[in-house]
């Protein structure tokens, strides 16, 4: 089977292209400007550059390939990002999203009319913002899928947009589409989320001997979970997702920040001496980020099964390597 992912370039695009590699799909992979994964995947993967906001790239990969499912992940997925660059956020993940469909529905026009992919679009948890606090207050924090959407950042109203681009896109053209409202993640090769903050800096303090580690706020919680969980469930989706649905992908284990740096500590051996950088503290945050997957268990059976102890023991390696 012929499969397209976009932002194969990310953390979870390049490892997802092994995935599917793995399984025994002829796959392609869309980046734009992170080659850094790229470099690290050793399989014949067909690698495209392309920037998705202008859409001759997309046009032609969709309409020559016709692949049967693609993983829409490409984006700029950084909320600290998104301050600062407003304009060009909005700008890759909104326009990005329309390119995908638009050159899907070309494919239809002008190569094959029976053209139906289905499309399993990486959405976000950052899309519920204030709508996570106000849960806590009310003695909840699993939010579900039909929750009101109050982004907190400009990252999270592109997603929005994303979000409901997939939506009019389903019932307008009836182009099969899964929307994966997807919650922290994080595992080797991510960069700038904290697991992989703090075991980078782990292992450069190791390196140095000294034992200081730079932190924001350590009372956030988040439900963090493996990359290699969440491309799981991305797959079950695209099999035994129904099109046209909403589906949170999300840890059931809430994790405090403090937390993560304990198993730094218990699978390295040492104690850090902690100091709080107020560069790393956010305007505004989510102080509780967690789904609820009933839907997505009951439709897909997916569970997750890597512990936060293992992600860390692997992302220490990861890094280390990066050092040798």
């Known amino acids: 089977m012929k499969v397209l992912v976009t932002g194969a370039g990310g953390m979870v695009g390049s490892h997802m292209v092994e995935k599917l590699y793995e399984r025994g799909d002829e796959v392609y992979g869309i980046w734009?400007?992170?080659?850094?994964?790229?470099?690290?995947?050793?399989?014949?993967?067909?690698?495209?550059?392309?920037?998705?906001?202008?859409?001759?790239?997309?046009?032609?990969?969709?309409?020559?390939?016709?692949p049967e499912e693609i993983y829409h992940l490409a984006a700029q997925s950084y909320p600290t990002v998104s301050w600062v660059s407003p304009s060009e956020t909005i700008d890759v993940n909104i326009n990005g999203t329309v390119a995908v469909f638009e050159a899907i529905k070309k494919a239809r026009k002008y190569v094959d009319a029976s053209y139906d992919p289905m499309v399993v679009v990486a959405c976000s948890s950052a899309e519920y913002g204030e709508s996570l606090n106000l849960l806590e207050g009310q003695g909840e924090v699993y939010v579900k899928e039909n929750t009101e959407l109050l982004p907190l950042h400009?990252?999270?109203?592109?997603?929005?947009?994303?979000?409901?681009?997939?939506?009019?896109?389903?019932?307008?053209?009836?182009?099969?589409?899964?929307?994966?409202?997807?919650?922290?993640?994080?595992?080797?090769?991510?960069?700038?989320?904290?697991?992989?903050?703090?075991?980078?800096?782990?292992?450069?303090?190791?390196?140095?001997?000294?034992?200081?580690?730079?932190?924001?706020?350590?009372?956030?919680?988040?439900?963090?979970?493996?990359?290699?969980?969440l491309i799981h469930a991305l797959l079950l989706l695209a099999k035994k997702g129904?099109?046209?649905?909403?589906?949170?992908?999300?840890?059931?284990?809430?994790?405090?920040?403090?937390?993560?740096?304990?198993?730094?500590?218990?699978?390295?051996?040492?104690?850090?001496?902690?100091?709080?950088?107020?560069?790393?503290?956010?305007?505004?945050?989510?102080?509780?980020?967690?789904?609820?997957?009933?839907?997505?268990?009951?439709?897909?059976?997916w569970k997750q099964s890597i512990s936060m102890k293992q992600t860390i023991q692997d992302m220490l390696s990861y890094w280390r390597s990066k050092q040798s």
């Open 32 to 66: 734009h400007k992170n080659k850094v994964n790229i470099h690290e995947v050793k399989l014949p993967v067909h690698f495209i550059q392309c920037d998705l906001r202008y859409g001759d790239g997309i046009d032609q990969v969709i309409m020559d390939q016709l």
């Open 154 to 229: 400009p990252y999270g109203v592109s997603k929005v947009a994303q979000d409901l681009l997939a939506f009019q896109y389903y019932k307008n053209d009836q182009i099969r589409v899964i929307r994966a409202r997807i919650f922290n993640s994080t595992g080797t090769r991510k960069v700038n989320d904290v697991c992989a903050d703090f075991t980078y800096r782990a292992v450069l303090a190791e390196q140095s001997g000294d034992y200081t580690l730079r932190v924001g706020n350590l009372s956030t919680q988040r439900a963090i979970m493996d990359q290699r969980d």
């Open 242 to 301: 129904r099109a046209g649905e909403v589906y949170n992908i999300s840890s059931e284990v809430i994790y405090e920040m403090r937390e993560i740096i304990d198993y730094i500590e218990e699978a390295m051996g040492k104690t850090f001496r902690i100091e709080v950088d107020k560069a790393l503290l956010r305007p505004t945050d989510e102080k509780i980020i967690v789904g609820d997957i009933t839907k997505l268990q009951k439709d897909t059976g």
